[in-house]
T-cell receptor, first 113, second 114 residues
């Protein structure tokens, strides 16, 4: 069983709509959760991170964390074609020392005009 | 802003060659990481380092070694390159200590071994 699971997609979203991405993790003691965006052929770039249950908003992005259900989600409001990318979920588990993160395989998002 | 740089964006090497990939970060980060990324396999951790001269194996260390002689620089070495090491190689760093643990990535090196 993978430690961090994401639906690979592609997730097709009309321009202007909300994209909803989900990520589940197996380590119940996980402490920190991160979302990265990766354009094709480029390296991952950090969008946001969340530590506490609930919602955290940053511009058009909202991260939602539910530790009891072991999932973290990312909402992208008013989706734009420039949001077309692969989104990686990363989790720091309770046994992950030295800043190690467990990455999901990513969800590909395609925003259609 | 954190800046992580990698020595080459594209590299072509022959089977059996010794290959050096270098990564430099300018934010005094404690921890540095090397990953490879292949289609369908996601990011896989090769090695990481939590201090100068300190290193730990990741999930796929076979065929690789690393060197960290200075805090800002972390090198990945392919002792004898093979075609199955053709991949995108990504370096990342994080501050460490009691800080948040977000990792910042370099631009990547796309290595082709022929």
């Amino acid at each position: 069983q993978k430690e961090v699971e994401q639906n690979s997609g592609p997730l097709s979203v009309p321009e202007g709509a909300i994209a909803s991405l989900n990520c589940t993790y197996s380590d119940r003691g996980s402490q920190s959760f991160f979302w990265y965006r990766q354009y094709s052929g480029k390296s991952p770039e950090l969008i946001m991170f969340i530590y506490s249950n609930g919602d955290k908003e940053d511009g058009r992005f909202t991260a939602q964390l539910n530790k009891a259900s072991q999932y973290v989600s990312l909402l992208i409001r008013d989706s734009q074609p420039s949001d077309s990318a692969t989104y990686l979920c990363a989790v720091r588990g309770i046994t992950d020392s030295w800043g190690k993160l467990q990455f999901g395989a990513g969800t590909q998002v395609v925003v259609t005009p | 802003d954190v800046k992580v740089t990698q020595s080459s964006r594209y590299l072509v090497k022959r089977t059996g060659e010794k290959v050096f990939l270098e990564c430099v970060q300018d934010m005094d980060h404690e921890n540095m990481f090397w990953y490879r990324q292949d289609p369908g396999l996601g990011l896989r951790l090769i090695y990481f380092s939590y201090d100068v001269k300190m290193k730990e194996k990741g999930d796929i260390p076979e065929g690789y070694s690393v060197s960290r002689e200075k805090k800002e620089r972390f090198s990945l070495i392919l002792e004898s390159a093979s075609t199955n090491q053709t991949s995108m190689y990504l370096c990342a760093s994080t501050l460490g200590g009691d800080s948040s643990y977000e990792q910042y990535f370099g631009p990547g090196t796309r290595l082709t071994v022929t």
